[in-house]
T-cell receptor, first 116, second 111 residues
Framework: AQKITQTQPGMFVQEKEAVTLDCTYDTSDPSYGLFWYKQPSSGEMIFLIYQGSYDQQNATEGRYSLNFQKARKSANLVISASQLGDSAMYFC?????????????FGKGTRLHILP | EPEVTQTPSHQVTQMGQEVILRCVPI?????FYWYRQILGQKVEFLVSFYNNEISEKSEIFDDQFSVERPDGSNFTLKIRSTKLEDSAMYFC?????????FGDGTRLSIL
């Protein structure tokens, strides 16, 4: 069965520090995609970053990077130089197999609080 | 940058009434989805739609739910007889293949 686990329900981080949000996943499909979404208090879902299971390098998008450790089935999101506007709920998500455009399954999320 | 557009942003409906949630996916996208998020909980898949038919649906998506693409741009979710437990944020998403792009959601409140 496919599963996404986010073990940190909430985190408090000082502004300008780097933060790592944990995500582990489980799937038997060799081809899968991993995603991170940000949900501010206003409720919308904002796509942040994507990692394919066959990608050789870790994905990066501006201040976001994905620390992909395939053997450990982890896909942690790293936010460098955190800002007050990064305070939000963050969801790790997966689609497997990747060659079908089927549903994404989400983790329960981590609520990130950036402190001034 | 093109966006997925959802209307209305907030819908308040009496229990037992029908409700239609509307979405305009990004124009060159081929795959469409509905998800819901009960307050404080994780996002749950409802249904995926491709080539004018449902490609997958979850156990949540029972006979009270239906989806339609009535023209070339709109994608709707209908709940026939709403229940209190249908209160949630409903997200539409679309993709050409790859990451799904979500709309801002419709908050549905059932009274």
């Amino acid at each position: 069965a496919q599963k996404i686990t986010q073990t940190q329900p909430g985190m408090f981080v000082q502004e300008k520090e780097a933060v790592t949000l944990d995500c582990t996943y489980d799937t038997s499909d060799p081809s899968y995609g991993l995603f991170w979404y940000k949900q501010p208090s206003s409720g919308e879902m904002i796509f942040l970053i994507y990692q394919g299971s066959y990608d050789q390098q870790n994905a990066t998008e501006g201040r976001y990077s994905l620390n992909f450790q395939k053997a450990r089935k982890s896909a942690n999101l790293v936010i460098s130089a955190s800002q007050l506007g990064d305070s939000a709920m963050y969801f790790c998500a997966m689609r497997a197999p990747m060659n079908r455009d089927d549903k994404i399954i989400f983790g329960k999320g981590t609520r990130l609080h950036i402190l001034p | 940058e093109p966006e997925v557009t959802q209307t209305p942003s907030h819908q308040v409906t009496q229990m037992g009434q029908e409700v239609i949630l509307r979405c305009v996916p990004i124009s060159n996208h081929l795959y469409f989805y509905w998800y819901r998020q009960i307050l404080g909980q994780k996002v749950e898949f409802l249904v995926s739609f491709y080539n004018n038919e449902i490609s997958e649906k979850s156990e949540i998506f029972d006979d009270q739910f239906s989806v339609e693409r009535p023209d070339g741009s709109n994608f709707t979710l209908k709940i026939r007889s709403t229940k209190l437990e249908d209160s949630a944020m409903y997200f539409c998403a679309s993709t050409p293949g790859g990451p799904q792009h979500f709309g801002d959601g419709t908050r549905l409140s059932i009274l």
